[in-house]
């Protein structure tokens, strides 16, 4: 009996897999995030007070990878209750840090909801890291930090600029406290990942993302005109320093972006990461409005109607990445081709005015589009 505890103990030992924490995890990146960590072989635990997610995310990241992770619905402001969620689950060796508010207009309207959200969480991760013996953390960055840079690509050593929003200057005071954070703690380390635009959905239409209200981001608009629930599409401004006029962006697929958290999870357990390292995730291309949208309505084979109107009020005229510091170092890069990508925010978008008219049938008996069948 003493013995096979004992092989057992040994077996658990070396079968065991890394315990990551991922906050924000039931969230558009995170969730797609979690489906390529536990697919990678880690066991996941997810804190989400679903101020911007669903629970029924759980369920499809159960369908996809036939796990479901342990799921507690906690507001990561809250120490107390953090400090006690790693006391309970003893052992988690990283933290991927999405949890946050991002609409960059609610900011500028309520930027102290932004301030306490954002910079709260991170301190309270960040205080209990040590007390629980966790190694590091991969922090949800953005290029929101670089602004206006002078020319495109950006690297990580261009230099950043005063944030345009509450939001933006929460990511840049974030990278601070880490950096600062850090510095005075050699036991703990940082990978924090500047993303450009994510976009797309995981392939099998499971989970995707998940707009609250009218979306302000490019793709849920374009694809919620296409299905109709939007009239039309206003392009903002057509009179920009750029080949066709509209702004230029550098749109990168959610599964790479979630691939790109894999590769620098890695790179902090096989104890790689010293202090601070950031890199850019993007694909190194700029893509301008007007490409987005003819690509997406030729690859879908769907109309869009839209207008040209005039700009919006603190938009960058153009911006990409230079991902080479993250294709080197991670050994990572983008790889989903932008047709495939704005296909499955296609197949997404479809799967979620199926559900909204299943939901619609049951309560007054609608008829199904028949657009819903179309692609
Ligand atoms: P999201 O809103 O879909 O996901 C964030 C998740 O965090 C949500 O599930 C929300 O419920 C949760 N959350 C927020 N505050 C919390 C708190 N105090 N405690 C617990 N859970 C909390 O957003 P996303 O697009 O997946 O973004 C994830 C991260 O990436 C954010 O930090 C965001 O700022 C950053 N980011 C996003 C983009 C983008 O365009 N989507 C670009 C750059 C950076
Ligand atoms: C993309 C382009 C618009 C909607 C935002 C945040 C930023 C970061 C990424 C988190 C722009 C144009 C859009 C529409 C349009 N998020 N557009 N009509 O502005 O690059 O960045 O997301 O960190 O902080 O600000 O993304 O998707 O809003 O816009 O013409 O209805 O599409 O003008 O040129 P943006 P976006």
Known sequence: MEVTKQIKKFFNKYNSKEK????????YIGSHTVVELIEAGYEIFIVDNLVNSN??????????????PVFENI??????????????HEGIKAIIHFAALKAVGESVENPLAYYRNNVISLVNVLELMPIHKVEGIVF????????????SPVSEDTPLQKAVSPYGNTKQICEDIITDTVKANPNIC????RYFNP????????????????????????????????????????????????????????MDLADAHVAALRRILDHNVEGVEIYNVGTGKGLSVLEILSTFEKVNEVKVPCE??????????????????????????????????????????????????NKEKVKGGVKMSSLLHGS
Not at 55 to 68: F, S
Not at 236 to 241: A, H, L, T
Request: glycine fraction near 8%; charged fraction near 20%; hydrophobic fraction near 35%.
């Open 75 to 88: 507001d990561c402001t809250d120490y107390v209750a953090m400090d006690r969620f790693f006391s309970k």
């Open 308 to 357: 040209i109107v005039g700009r919006r009020s603190g938009d960058i005229e153009q911006i990409w990445a230079d991902p080479s510091k993250a294709n080197k170092v991670l050994n990572w890069e983008a790889k989903v081709s932008l047709e495939d990508t704005l296909k499955s925010i296609w197949k997404w978008q479809l799967h979620l005015s199926e559900n909204e008219e």
């Open 20 to 27: 990551i924490l991922v906050t924000g995890g039931l969230g």
């Open 190 to 193: 940082s990978v924090m990942l």
């Open 55 to 68: 629970i029924e995310v759980l369920n499809g990241i159960k369908e996809i990878t036939g796990v479901k």
């Open 140 to 151: 949800s960055s953005s290029c929101t930090v670089y602004g206006q840079p002078d020319h």
């Open 199 to 254: 976009i797309g959905a995981h392939p099998s239409a499971l989970i995707g993302e998940l707009p609250n209200g009218v979306p302000s981001n490019l793709l849920p608009f374009i694809s919620q005109t296409a299905a109709g629930i939007r009239k039309k599409l206003s392009v903002f401004g057509n009179d920009y320093n750029t080949p066709d006029g509209s702004c230029i962006r550098d749109y990168i697929n959610v």
